[in-house]
């Protein structure tokens, strides 16, 4: 019979599976190797890979048989966070791994990318073929005068082309950095005028839900406003020719030179991402080559158990780290699936339609799409072949527990259900899948390999069985070697150790059961996450307000229950101003032009005033809470206020709201 404690998992791996996935073979090759424990499964290899943390990352790293140039001195001179100094002198490529598979005679001519548009038409580029076009456009970037440590940015949509610039930036030893077309110019110059790029890739326009979005004068107003570019290359996604001093994609890309891979220091910058910018610029989040490359093949190869046999499809843009993510598929030697547009063209299920196409066999993909589709009744196992899906996987926001079940009864009901959560900030999952171990109703299934994952409260004890904040408690490799622009590390420091000096703090609100699985309560900060894509409210913000009707707004991001998530924007106007049809619609005209559409309001609500600490910052985690239903006098301190009156407000609306939606 089974305890009220420990429900019956949704879904059990047979020993057939537990057998042949990569992370039992890496268990029993480690236990002979480096003495990691040979019983005791999953629990126990994780265990041994917090307490034995060097031991483990040279572990994955003869596991994969990662290739330095220079040997290191040892795997982690500095465990210090932040700071960490991991595999000192030794010297590598991410590149030269990536397009490693290319080398063997047996897979030079299969898939190394699958593009596919909303066509659903299927383009595959070849391993030998996306190597010429690295070793290509590397020389190119070369005899532009590129160097190791300039920047590359890229204004370009889920394409091959993009993978292309982006490995060959990283043979260079240059620093990639990208962003969506979606994106409107001034979210864009806020992300790549930090890092001062000295190329620029970019389309002339994308297609979106079977419309063309020409992004001339976008892409015009980024040159002008970059002056450090030395190029810009042009690819016609659109069919138009380059502009005016624009190089055109297929001249640099039509040579056939011998890939060349700078070999750079472990810690060698790789790529930049960029957090949300809730409170003023998008923080330019650095990681390196060498963090990268050990990161995301223990996070691909064991915990997605990816390898050669498999098809990896993940719904994301070039501005998420999802993207970044997909990309190093190419390392496991996986085919890689680029979609390129809409994920619910020409209807909800158009994913299933891809993965079928594509013959998928990790489809990942957001917890919100997998709620749109049980609301809109499709039924994927039904309607399509899915018989190559091994795992489904969903980040962006927690997977309800109907999301759970709907998956289970609507796509397969021997399913692999990976709920994973992480960040833009180590690019990778801090608690996921992991393919030996049951899934249950609502649950991540473990904390990551070398993960040292665990639930803390105010006071940093640690909580099992509660909720509490994400911590961190050792290094990962991936974590930033630093933010750009953050001469001293004092905006790094802030943004995570300030809580709990020397321990990663997240900013999600997490519970750790007594089966060691995860629970994520969604943010504890107010960051704002539409379809996986972050932004920040000040990006919203910096909008909004320069409209002559606004006196000040105030945004807030909720998930709600039953999946979904509600976005409204408050806002306070002046004096004689109307909130009326036609400013509703210059407002959402406004975010949908100069942000991006997936970040236009649910909802537009007038109020009597935005309230403020008392330093002058809006208050929106509080206002957050108040909408989620928490009591004023425990969502905020009302000594921190400079309007509690004002508070007030948003805590009768959460009442409002149980009682029936609020209109637009």
Not at 437 to 451: N, R, S
Request: charged letters at 20%; a negative charge; proline letters at 7%.
């Amino acid at each position: 019979m089974t305890s009220a404690a420990s429900p019956a998992p949704l879904w059990q791996p047979d020993p057939d599976r537990i057998a042949a996935a990569r992370i039992t073979r890496f268990q029993s090759w480690a236990a002979e190797r480096y003495g990691a424990p040979a019983q005791g499964g999953y629990a126990a290899l994780h265990r041994w890979s917090v307490d034995e943390l060097e031991t483990f990352w040279r572990a994955v790293a003869d596991w994969f048989d990662v290739r330095l140039s220079a040997p290191y001195e040892r795997v982690l001179a500095d465990p210090a966070m932040p700071g960490a100094q991991w595999f000192p002198g030794a010297t590598l490529n991410y590149a030269e791994h990536a397009l490693r598979t290319a080398e063997d005679p047996a897979r030079t001519h299969d898939a190394a990318l699958l593009h596919v548009d909303e066509t659903h038409e299927t383009t595959p580029i070849s391993w030998s073929e996306l190597r010429r076009q690295v070793g290509a456009l590397a020389a190119e970037l070369r005899a532009l005068g590129v160097r190791p440590g300039d920047r590359v940015s890229g204004y370009l949509p889920n394409i091959p082309q993009a993978v292309t610039a982006l490995l060959a930036t990283a043979a260079v030893g240059a620093v990639w950095t990208s962003c969506a077309p979606d994106f409107g110019a001034r979210s864009v110059l806020d992300r790549f005028q930090q890092v001062e790029p000295v190329i620029l890739f970019t389309v002339d326009g994308y297609r979106y839900g079977g419309k063309e979005h020409d992004r001339t004068e976008t892409v015009a107003e980024l040159r002008s406003e970059l002056p450090t570019l030395r190029a810009v290359i042009h690819i016609p996604l659109l069919g138009t020719e380059a502009p005016a001093g624009a190089l055109d994609w297929s001249a640099v890309t039509s040579g056939d030179t011998e890939p060349v891979f700078e070999q750079v220091p472990f810690d060698h910058p790789l790529w930049v991402l960029y957090s949300s910018g809730t409170t003023g610029l998008p923080k330019a989040i650095v990681q390196s080559q060498g963090g990268i490359l050990l990161e995301h093949f223990k996070q691909l190869g064991l915990h997605c158990d990816l390898g050669p046999e498999d098809r990896f499809f993940w719904y994301t843009s070039t501005g998420w780290m999802m993207w970044n993510f997909l990309v190093s598929g190419l390392l496991t030697g996986t085919t890689v699936v680029l979609y390129d547009g809409s994920p619910g063209y020409p209807d909800t299920g158009a994913q299933w339609r891809i993965a079928e196409r594509t013959e998928a066999t990790l489809f990942g993909t957001s917890a919100a799409y997998v709620m749109a589709c049980r609301k809109a009744e499709v039924h994927p196992g039904r309607d399509h072949d899915l018989s190559r899906i091994k795992c489904v996987a969903t980040t962006g926001s927690p997977l309800p527990p109907d999301g759970f079940r709907w998956l289970h009864d609507e796509v397969a009901e021997d399913l692999w259900i990976a709920s994973v959560s992480g960040g833009t900030d180590v690019c990778s999952c801090f608690a996921g899948a992991v393919p030996t171990l049951p899934v249950h109703i609502g649950e991540l299934q473990a904390a990551c390999l070398g993960t040292d994952l665990q639930s803390w409260d105010p006071q940093g004890k640690p909580l099992i069985g509660e909720v509490g904040e994400l911590v961190v408690t050792n290094p990962m490799p991936s974590m930033p070697i630093r933010f750009w622009n953050d001469p001293d590390g004092s905006r790094y420091r802030d943004s995570y150790f300030e809580m709990f000096p020397g321990v990663w703090r997240h900013g999600d609100w997490i519970t750790i059961t007594d089966r060691g699985s995860v629970i994520i309560h969604g943010r504890s900060d107010s960051t704002l996450n539409r379809q996986g894509v972050r932004m920040g409210s000040a990006d919203i913000y910096e909008a909004v307000e320069r409209l002559p009707e606004i006196k000040e707004s105030l945004v807030i991001g909720l998930e709600e229950p039953d999946g979904g998530y509600w976005m409204p924007l408050f806002v306070h106007l002046v004096d004689g101003a109307s909130l009326d049809d036609g400013l509703r619609a210059r407002i959402k005209q406004t975010i949908r032009e100069e942000l991006s559409p997936r970040h236009v309001p649910d909802d537009i609500i007038e109020v009597p005033g935005v309230p403020h600490t008392l330093t002058g910052k809006r208050i929106e985690v509080p206002v957050k809470r108040l909408l989620q239903g928490t009591a004023l006098a425990k969502a905020v301190n009302p000594g921190s206020v400079d309007n509690l009156e004002l508070l007030r407000f948003y805590e009768e609306l959460a009442r409002t709201r149980k009682a029936g939606p609020t209109g637009d």
